[in-house]
């Protein structure tokens, strides 16, 4: 998370080393303690959000290690255990995202922040990458332990990496002379959750995303003004006061408009996504599907279990794609962990977007990394997918990335900090 990726491509030979010959009792002791301090320490910044919620997603993460563990057998032919582990370790993984609902953590993931390691992601996937790393991990346990042949394998490891890296120089995405360029500018209103739901500061919040609107407009004249998670945290919809407001806001800029709102529907709840075009009409309308546990939902509360937090969101059940009012263009929308759901992003791609916008509220974390660990995921769907993700947190990380994987900042919007950036991107657009 801190941007030392080489380790990924080493970190699991000590596992091994600890799990070779040992009895199944010892093996899953390892794994409880490998995957309780892992994946405990990745993920801390979610203890402030909730206890219960942090301790059961470290028991769901660490279950991948604990079946690698049961079933990891070390055999005395090298190549076995090359192929075997890797293979394990990819099961283990998918069984793993498989178990909390596509929300994945890919080792593969520890790439995110180095582009020239990502070429190879959008051929074989965050899947294929992590058998890459674990083959690496396993060719350098055999030479471990087989002396007589160490040099074979660590120049066989040596090649693998160097032919990763080889293929991020070379591979770049080409832009299609039918690309279209867009101008879009989002807004980071870095208002606290506490803040957001507090209804003295109600006007005073959305007043800050309006004027950081209008001053982008002022500078940009953009295509597309995105707001991000909950911006608007009630239902704007059933507002006489506020969507007259925005709507004349988009129609002002004659620009699209799409904001976070928390609308009331047929007494459902939803995290949404709406869009606003350039005439100040409503034309789209997401409710966020794969909903947090402990967050957004109280598992069990239909058997009266209360975990201490008094949100009841309901899923939507269709695809987030919009189509933009001033070009032929149509984009996917993710609400916040959705990002983390490579199948779902995934869909959007096939139902026909041309690019992704995530919109977050990474204001619960308080730490650095937690942020960081968020945010990978927007940069490994625009590897996946071959096209460009914008992120748009409340309090940051906000940034554009781009096919090839690099990050585009704009100086005017830091971590925890209020205001705007404006993006130019070229979109391929099939002919």
């Known amino acids: 998370m801190y941007g030392f990726w080489p380790l990924i491509w080493v970190f699991a030979v ?19 303690f490998w995957g309780s301090c892992a994946y405990g320490l990745m993920t801390q910044g979610l203890i402030r959000i909730s206890p219960a919620g942090f301790l059961a997603f470290v028991v769901s993460l660490s279950c991948q290690v604990l079946i690698f563990s049961c079933f990891f057998i070390s055999s005395r032919r090298w190549w076995v255990n090359v192929i075997y582990f890797p293979l394990l370790w990819c099961i283990s993984e998918l069984l793993r ?6 929300f994945s953590f890919y080792i593969s993931h520890a790439h ?9 992601y959008g051929t074989v996937g ?12 396993a060719l350098l346990y055999v030479a471990v332990i087989d002396r007589k042949r160490r040099v074979n394998y660590l120049f066989t490891a040596i090649i693998i990496f160097l032919s990763v890296v080889a293929i991020g120089v070379v591979k770049k995405e080409q832009v299609s002379p039918s690309a279209r360029h867009l101008r879009i500018s989002i807004i980071q209103g870095n208002i606290s959750p506490t803040e957001k739901m507090d209804a003295a500061l109600f006007d005073r919040n959305v007043g800050i995303h309006l004027t950081l609107t209008e001053q982008s407009y002022q500078i940009a004249h953009p295509n597309l003004v995105i707001w991000p998670e909950t911006a608007f945290p009630d239902d704007l919809l059933q507002s006489d006061r506020w969507l007259p407001v ?23 709840e939803y995290n949404s996504a709406l869009l606003i075009n350039a005439h100040g009409q409503m034309v789209g309308l997401y409710h966020k599907q794969a909903l947090v546990p402990f967050s957004e939902t109280t598992p069990f509360s239909a058997w009266g279990i209360d975990w201490g937090r008094g949100y009841h969101i309901s899923p939507g059940n269709r695809p987030g794609v919009f189509a933009l009012g001033r070009e032929a263009l149509r984009f996917g929308v993710v609400i916040c962990s959705e990002s983390a759901n490579p199948g779902l992003v995934a869909k959007l791609r096939r139902e026909g977007a041309d690019f992704l916008v995530e919109i977050s509220n990474d204001g619960w974390f308080n730490d650095r990394p937690s942020c960081l660990l968020h945010s990978e995921a ?3 769907r625009a590897v996946e997918n071959h096209w460009w993700v914008i992120r748009v947190a409340n309090t940051g990380f906000s940034f554009a990335v781009d096919p090839d994987g690099v990050i585009h900042t704009d100086m005017n919007i830091k971590l925890w900090h209020e205001g705007f950036g404006i993006f130019d991107i070229m979109v391929n657009k099939p002919s």
């Open 14 to 32: 000590p596992l091994l080393l600890a799990l070779k010959d040992k009895p199944l009792k010892v093996r899953l002791g390892y794994g409880v």
């Open 97 to 102: 995202n498989k178990l909390l609902g596509g």
């Open 112 to 120: 995110a922040f180095c582009p020239v390691m990502l070429k190879l």
């Open 126 to 137: 965050c899947l294929g990458m992590s058998f890459i790393i674990i083959l690496v991990n």
């Open 246 to 268: 925005i709507k004349a806001q988009a129609l002002h800029m004659n620009a699209d408009l799409l904001m976070g709102i928390a609308p009331i529907i047929n007494g459902k």
């Open 378 to 380: 927007a940069v490994m």
